[in-house]
């Protein structure tokens, strides 16, 4: 199980929301580039980044600080997401140092959008499925689409993604549990991995995910708790490690 702390970029901080609100958030560092290198210290390999103001904006706002992130730490896997919305921004992070890139809001609005990045850079696209009920929200968690997740990712699927990451809008930054019930529906709906994301708050939330891992759940975001403590992620790390 891979564990993937979360750096969440507004106005060039590191913060978190509670339920994607803007308006209810919480900065906990100024300087991102080092709460980068804190938890690759802990032993993590790879991180989510996730452009906030793009998200909102449509267009990277944050990208000089990933691009920092990318320059400082060149061994650690990194996946970004947030206001992605055309494959100029796709090859710019790419050629910044970014492993993987997820599509969101675009990959909802425009399915072949994902299809074509899927030919112009194998391997390196995730498609970002964050749900409400069932319905996938987008323009940064603004709206609800009438789409079911499930019938998305089974076309994403198809386009070639390498992977889905799942989010609980309710659960997001609520440290209330993850949704495994819907997590492990849409990972045995699909053969691409999925990554599960959205409420994860205690080692009990990651020992339940180990547990159906054989699922097709390759790993775990983890934001607010690391943040606030409930989670210690180098020994988080050490116990999946035990228990796989």
């Not at 599509?103 to 299809?115: C, R």
């Not at 609980?168 to 549990?177: E, H, L, S, T």
């Not at 599960?196 to 790993?219: F, T």
């Amino acid at each position: 199980m891979l564990l993937i702390p979360a750096i969440d970029l507004k106005d060039g901080k590191c913060v978190r929301l509670r339920q994607g609100r803007m308006d209810d958030v919480t900065v906990f560092s100024d300087d991102p580039v080092a709460m980068a290198g804190r938890w690759q210290e802990a032993g993590a390999r790879r991180l989510h980044l996730v452009d906030l103001n793009g998200a909102f904006a449509g267009r990277p706002v944050n990208a000089p600080v990933i691009q920092r992130i990318a320059d400082a730490y060149p061994d650690l896997s990194i996946q970004v997401g947030g206001g992605i919305r055309d494959e100029e921004t796709v090859e710019a992070y790419l050629d910044a140092g970014v492993q993987f890139v997820i599509i969101g809001t675009q990959a909802v609005k425009e399915s072949h959008f994902v299809q074509d990045l899927c030919l112009e850079y194998p391997g390196h696209i995730i498609v970002g499925l964050d749900a409400r009920d069932g319905k996938v929200a987008v323009n940064g968690w603004s709206k609800l689409s009438k789409h079911h997740v499930i019938d998305l990712a089974k076309t994403f699927e198809r386009n070639g993604a390498e992977a889905i990451i799942y989010t609980d809008i309710g659960r997001d930054g609520m440290m209330q549990g993850v949704n495994i019930d819907a997590t492990v529906e849409l990972a045995r709906s699909i053969s691409i991995p999925v990554i599960a994301s959205g409420g994860i708050s205690s080692m009990d939330d990651l020992h339940a995910l180990c547990a159906v891992e054989g699922e097709g759940i390759m790993g775990a975001i983890i934001g607010r708790a690391l943040y606030e403590g409930t989670i210690d992620l180098a020994t988080a790390l050490q116990s999946i490690g035990a228990q796989n």
